[in-house]
Structures are given as C-alpha cells and as structure tokens.
C-alpha cells in the first residue's frame, strides 16, 4: 500500500537501528504515546532491537476509559428500547459485572461500527429505537465523533444520543511528566492526535520540562527515525518539539477538525481507569448540544464503580511498571481471562505483550548489544 | 520492594468473563473455541482434533467428516452456503489424505424463507457436487419457526476413502518439515467483511472457496506418506491452523513469503485486523518432509488450485506449541492464535 | 489509538456532510471529507473511522524515505 509499505522496508530499519547504536551513550528512556505506536513496537520487536528503554504510554483510549463509563455503557446498552452502537475495541473491555459482549449473548442489541456515521444512519433508519453511540477516543477521533452529534442535531434525530468518553493527551503527559518516580526523558508524541490538533500545546510543555518530544508516525520506519530524532536531541542537550511525521503533520493542525471539535465539545475533567481524575483531560458536550447526552438521557450520569486494589492496570498505564511485574500477567490475567483493561484491548499494553509471547522473566528493555531475548516460557 | 500479592488472593471485581453462556467467539475458529471443544469433546471419548475422523470398517479406512455452515448473507462473491458447504466438506475429508465418495446434506430452515432462495441454494448444491465427482446421496430437511434458525442452516457429512500412502494427521509434523501454502490468504473472510452492514467497503475479491481434493491427490501421489499434516485453515485464519498443528514441535515462518493479496492486507489495515487471523476456505498449509517437500511443492503447482503454492516456513523442535514469525523487518514475533470474534478496531 | 490509513480519492460526493470514495489499494469506501475540503479527486489522505482526517503531503512523504536512506548502510545484521 502506498505511503504505507515504503515505511517497512528491513534495509532501511536496520540502518535506523544501526544509526540509533551509534548514536546512544547512554540507555535513555523514551516513552511513545500512542496504544497504536506501542501495538507496532511490541508486534515488531523494535524495543528489542535498540539500546533505548521504551515505556510504554497510556496511549490507549480503551484502557484508560473508567470503570464507571463502561458500566454506564452496559446500563444503556441492556434497555429494550435501545440500539448501542460502538467501535469495535470497546465491546470487550470489562466494566464492573460484564461487557458489551457478554451484554450482547444475553440479548442486548449492541453493535460494532467502523464510523458514527454508521450510528445516525441507523437512528435515522430506526425513529422507533433509541441509538446510542459510544464516542469514545483521544483527540484523533473527536473531529469524527463531532461531525456524529452534529448531524443528529441537524436531521433533528431525536432518538439519538452519545455517550462521551473522549480524553486528551497533553494533560495526561504532564500528568506522568509531574508524578514522583517519573522517569519518561523524551516523548514520541501519536501522530495522528497531531494531525489533528497540531502541536502548539507541546511546546509548552517541551520547554517547562525539558523533554524532547517528536511527533511520530506508526510505521517502523517512522518509530525507528522517531526514536532517533529523539535520542539525538537528549545526546546533544536539546528539548524541542520536532515533526518525524511530516507527511501528515502541520504544527497549526487540522483547521476545519479544530472548528467543528470546539463548537460540539468543551473540555472537562475526566477520570483516567487506573490514575484517577486528571483536571481539563476530558471532552464533553457543549450546551448546544446537550441534548444529545446519553448520560443524561438514561440517567446514569451518577453510576460509579471502584476498582479492586490488586490490579495494577494503573500503574502500567502510568509506565512505571511493566507487564511482566505483575504477578497476575499471563497466569490470572490474559487475553481469554483479563483482569484489567491493558489485556483487554489490542492496543492496550498488557495485551501487546502476551500476544508478542512476552515472557513473565523476560528483561525488560535491551540496554545493550547481546540482551537476552526469551521466547516461550511459562506463561 | 512492595511484597508480592498472592495471586490466588487476587479476586479483582472488575472483569467476569462471561461463563454460563455460549458467545459469538466460542464459534470463531480461535481460542473461545478450542476451549469450548476441550470441555465438551473429551464427554464424547474424542481426544485429538482432527478435520475428519479415520474410521476402521474390517480391512477398511473410511474417512467421515461432519460441519454446519451458517454464513451470511448467503450469496457472497465467489459463492454461496450451497457451494461453501460441499467445498468446506470436500476439503475436510481430504485434509486426512482421502478421496471423497460421497455427502450428505441437511437443511434446517427458517419459516419464511423464500423457496426461490432454497432452489437456488441447492441448484448450486448439485452444480458443484458434480463439478467435484461427489455426489450427495442422503439428506433430510426441517422447517422451524419464524426466528429460530437465521434463514438457513446447511449441515453436512462427508464420506471418503483413504489414499493408501496417505497417513498426515494432527501431530505428524516433525522438525525439519517444510510448511507448504496452497495460495493466497484471507480472500474468504475480507469477502465475507465487506457485505457486513456498519462495515461496508467494495472490492473486487471474491472467497477463495473451491474444492481441494485433486490439489491433495497431486500431494499424496508426490509425496506419500512424507506429507505429514495438512489443515485448511477456516474460522481462525492461518494462524489458528498452524497452532493447531504445533504439538510438540514449533513453526517458524517468514513474513514475506506469505502470500496476501493487496486488497486483503488493505481491508486488513482498515479495520486493524490480522490477515493471519482471517478465514479461508479455499488454501492449505502442510507439513511435509524435507526430502520430499520440492516435489510435492511442484506437484501443488501444477494443479490449478495449487498454481501460487509456495513454502512459508519450517518446522523446528525449538519452541514447542508456540508460532513464531520473521517479520517484514527483520525481527521475530509470535503468532497467536485468534481469541474470540475478530473485531474491528480503532485504536 | 489512530488506526489511521493512507488512501487516495477516486471521486467526490454529494453532502451534506462533504463525502468521496477513496481507493485503499483496491479496498473502496465511503469516507467523509469534511475536514479535508482542499483534497480533490488524486490526492492522498488519512483515513481514520470514516473521516479524512489529514492530507497527505507527498513532498513530505519522498523527503522522509530520502532522509533515511541517507543513513550509511549497516553492515550488521539485526540481532535478536
């Protein structure tokens, strides 16, 4: 595919890789964002094949949905009357007692959209049914999950609605940036976040921190000269913001996006699964379009939920811990039998691990030529 | 250092995977259902998996093979349930290197359903039998009510006899074996994902189903008993096939030898999906002895369902059980299999 | 997050909302060009949950591959 395949060419990964050892004096630690960057990273073994340690952010908007969302989602979703339409990573993400999944075997009428257009044709097609659609995501899909309310409201759909659970990222950077043991030095910024919002907002933070941070594609060439960008800048004492992913990328963003995002959603605080409330990380609908709040419509605004303590989907959705330090990884918690929501989604951390067949003594991180690589193991 | 939890303790209250019911994932070719089959199989006396069953009748082998098919919509490009059916059973019985003699057919079908739609079904039934040599010699039918089967269900058996060089089964690969394609992959399953509604894109693909059975006489006469295993990989795509098949011995296979046809990997990329993970119904994948892999690959490509076969890997004694992959760019990964229902993604 | 996929407009539609059909080497769908009011039927865009979200700035596109390939070759194979 063009634009595509020309990023995953073997000669020129190994020249980047090649580059990024004879760059690196030290074994600097990177972390990329974006749950699509880290499924491309731990798929292709690239942390394995560079001398950097690559944390591993809260880059996926499936895991870090919380609790009480996905529990609101299934209360809404179980009602006759109501068609729930989602994307389809969330159907699998364990709320407090089920998922959509489980919710759908039993009966409900839940199903997976490729596009919210998909939902207001439905609504549309339907008057005699409530549609919901669950907008959720970061800053890449809200231009999408925007345009979804906007027609509703222009076609006068009254029976549809959303439930938002949208969430931002350069609060939730700053938010690892300001946590004590934080040891993230430089950022791969997601690419297609920045496609959208352009990357004004971290300059900021680039400057007060003082981290690198490179706006990156998801191919491995792109990760690869990601990287590279970035460890050059720590080698030689830099903190810019720089654009890997040019091709795609402008620092103002996508004008129109930006427009339509800010005219249907204001920002909010917003609770993260596994770090707790993070202050303006968080969309929700303007005034203008309340009414097309499910939250509100279905009165499930107040549904909380509390997570159990041993899981510590937390803490590796803040990067400090990795997979295989917990002791549920792989034998209480997989893929089939998830605990938390990183073994849930595709992207989410945990997941990416156990279908890379990461062991629970792997190492984590290569920090040098010859690290040990296990495969198989006890798992 | 924080003391360890003790995991037995950890009764975390968030998730509770669904356990007293059947879900769409328990059917999807991946680990729902080999889970579903390891607990319901064994109540049956049946160990080993294998696509059809060899059974001893005096002197004889009789091959016999049973599946229900219940895709929808029911006409596709490239075929129908009629057609899937017949090819899905043909193929099981040659996966055990046998010669199909004949099907069984049973419908059951929904009240309502148009009767031009179940003519057409069958017409193409009886055109592809035909086509195949094998004819259908038994059959019943059942009419239920109004929502109690999804239009139509196709049931079948398939009855065959043994080549006689024939031996492959489930666990006959052994290190040093070649890993054999018939063909492209994930030409069915892209099919079938591009009439869904919510999903919808065009594309010229058609499913790859076809009948395999003279593609496996043209192996077993190559080869004989040096072909060791052959699974076509259905529900559960490519990957799901190949784990079935690494009991005891590991399989390593190389990225860019495996054949996907660019509107496959398309798709694929659209809606984040694994072509490895994606159905088939018209390619195999053998294991077969290093000595005879050349002539056996040049066997396959001399049949027209054979034409693209190519080698994608090799069996190894490392890493028992587990799947592993050179990617495109030079690394390793592990190739699992597919879990439950294969979703779309966004992330 | 951002399963975001290059793709090139074969033909523009009617809205409202401002939508094409784009060609993803072969793969054809509906996508919503509302935020991409520049791109015309030829261009490249990246495609994310239905929405061209971005046009894809092929200058940009050949600078990046001409970038790394200006990295010297390395002569060591890729271990692990």
Redesign the interface.
């Known amino acids: ?4 395949d ?3 060419d ?10 990024i050892r004879a760059v690196v004096t030290r074994p600097w630690s990177v972390m990329e964002v ?3 960057q880290t ?1 491309t990273i731990v ?4 942390d ?2 560079i001398p950097v340690r690559m944390i591993h952010g809260p ?4 895991c870090v949905t919380p ?1 009480e969302m996905v529990d609101r989602a299934l209360e809404i979703a179980a009602r006759p009357e109501v068609v729930f ?1 989602s ?3 969330m ?2 993400v ?6 959509l ?2 919710l ?3 009966g409900a009428d839940v ?8 939902s207001v044709r439905l609504a549309r097609e339907h008057p005699d049914r409530q549609v919901v659609f669950f907008a ?3 800053e ?2 809200a ?2 999950n925007a ?1 979804a309310v ?2 509703g409201a ?1 076609e006068g759909l009254a029976n549809f609605s959303v439930l938002v659970s949208h969430v931002l990222v350069p609060p939730a950077m700053t938010a690892i940036l300001d946590s004590s043991g934080n040891e993230v030095q430089a950022f791969l910024a ?4 920045c ?2 919002m352009g990357w004004t907002e971290y300059e900021p933070l680039a400057e007060r921190y003082r981290v690198p941070i490179v706006v990156t594609g ?1 191919e ?2 792109d990760l690869l ?1 990601g990287v590279l960008m970035a460890v050059r800048q720590l080698e030689e004492g830099r903190f810019e913001v720089e654009n ?1 992913y ?4 402008r620092r103002g963003g ?1 004008p ?2 930006l427009q ?1 995002i800010r005219r249907v959603f204001r920002v909010s605080d917003r609770a993260w699964r596994g770090i707790g409330v993070i202050p303006r990380s968080g969309l929700e609908l303007t005034a203008e379009f309340a009414a097309f709040d499910a939250a509100a419509r279905f009165g499930v605004a107040d549904v909380t939920a ?3 303590p ?2 510590i989907a937390g803490e590796i959705l803040r990067g400090t811990r990795l997979p295989t330090d917990c ?2 990884y792989g ?2 918690c997989t ?6 929501a990183p073994m ?4 989410g951390t945990c997941a990416a691990f156990h ?3 990461r062991a629970a003594f792997h190492n984590a991180g ?1 920090l040098g ?3 040990q ?1 296990s ?2 193991g006890p798992r | 250092m924080t003391p ?2 003790d ?1 037995q ?10 356990t007293e ?5 328990h059917g999807s070719g991946g ?2 259902m080999a ?1 579903l089959l390891g607990d319901l199989t064994p109540r049956l006396g049946m160990n080993v998996l294998e696509d059809a069953a060899v059974v001893p009748v005096g002197q004889d082998e009789i091959v016999v093979s049973t599946d229900a098919f219940v895709v929808t919509p029911r006409f596709f490009p490239g075929g129908d349930i009629g057609s899937l059916a017949v090819h899905g059973t043909i193929n099981d019985i040659a996966m055990m290197g046998a010669r199909p003699v004949a099907l069984s057919l049973a419908y059951i079908v929904e009240e309502g359903l148009s009767l031009a739609e179940l003519t057409a079904v069958t017409s193409s039934v009886a055109a592809v039998a035909g086509a195949c040599g094998v004819p259908v010699v038994t059959g019943d039918t059942k009419v239920v009510g109004h929502g109690a089967a999804d239009g139509l269900y196709v049931i079948t058996s398939g009855f065959g006899v043994r080549l006689p060089t024939a031996r492959p089964s489930a666990t006959g690969g052994r290190p040093g074996d070649a890993v054999l394609l018939s063909g492209p992959i994930g030409l069915h399953g892209v099919t079938i994902l591009s009439t869904r ?3 919808g894109f065009d594309t010229e693909i058609a499913s790859d189903t076809r009948p395999l059975h003279r593609l496996v006489h043209a192996m077993i006469d190559a080869g004989g008993p040096h072909v060791h295993a052959m699974r076509d990989p259905t529900r559960g795509g490519l990957a799901s096939a190949l784990n079935e098949l690494a009991t005891g011995i590991g399989v390593e296979l190389d990225e860019p030898a495996i054949p996907v046809p ?1 509107q496959v ?2 798709a694929c ?1 659209l ?2 999906l694994d072509p490895l993970h994606v159905a088939n119904e018209g390619c195999l994948v053998a294991f077969v002895a290093p000595e005879a892999a050349g002539r056996v690959l040049a066997a396959m490509r001399a049949t027209p369902e054979g034409a693209a076969a190519c080698r994608i890997g090799e069996i190894v004694a490392g ?1 028992p059980g ?1 799947v ?1 992959m050179r ?8 190739v ?1 299999m597919l ?3 294969q ?5 | ?6 793709g ?1 407009i074969v033909e523009l539609a009617e809205g ?2 401002p939508m094409g059909v784009v060609d ?2 072969g793969v054809r769908r509906q996508v ?1 060009l ?4 520049e791109a015309r039927p030829g261009d ?1 865009v ?1 495609v ?4 061209a ?2 046009r ?3 200058e ?2 050949v ?3 001409a ?3 200006a ?10």
Do not use: W
Not at chain 1, 94 to 99: F, H, M, R, V
Not at chain 2, 9 to 18: G, I, K, Q, S, V
Not at chain 2, 21 to 25: K, Y
Not at chain 3, 71 to 80: L, R
């Open positions: 595919m063009k634009y595509l020309e990023y995953r073997p000669d020129l990964a190994r020249r980047l890789v090649a580059e974006c749950g699509g499924h798929r292709q073994g690239i394995e094949l880059g996926c908007p499936v609790l339409t994307y389809g990573d159907l699998r364990p709320g407090t007692t089920a998922d999944l489980a759908k075997a039993r199903r997976v959209v490729y596009s919210p257009l998909e959720v995501g970061f890449t899909t231009p999408a345009m906007l027609r222009e997601a690419g297609h976040v496609a959208v998801f491995p060439l000269e890997q040019a091709r795609a990328v996508n129109t996006a339509t509390r997570e159990h041993a899981c002791v549920a034998t209480l893929p089939r039998h998830p605990l938390g849930v989604s595709a992207e279908n890379a067949g290569a030529p010859g690290t690589r495969q198989g | 360890m939890p995991p303790a950890a009764t975390c209250p968030a998730p509770r995977a669904e019911r059947v879900l769409l994932g680990q729902l889970e509604e919510g999903l660019h990997a398309a990329e809606l984040g890493h587990r592993t990617t495109v760019v030079g690394s390793t990964r592990v699992d879990i439950g229902e979703l779309p993604r966004i992330c | 997050m951002c399963l975001g996929i290059p090139r409202p909302p993803f080497d919503c509302a935020y991409t009011p490249y990246i994310h949950v239905g929405f979200i971005s894809v700035d092929e940009e596109a600078r990046t591959l970038v790394i390939r990295i010297p070759g390395g002569m060591d194979e890729v271990s692990g």
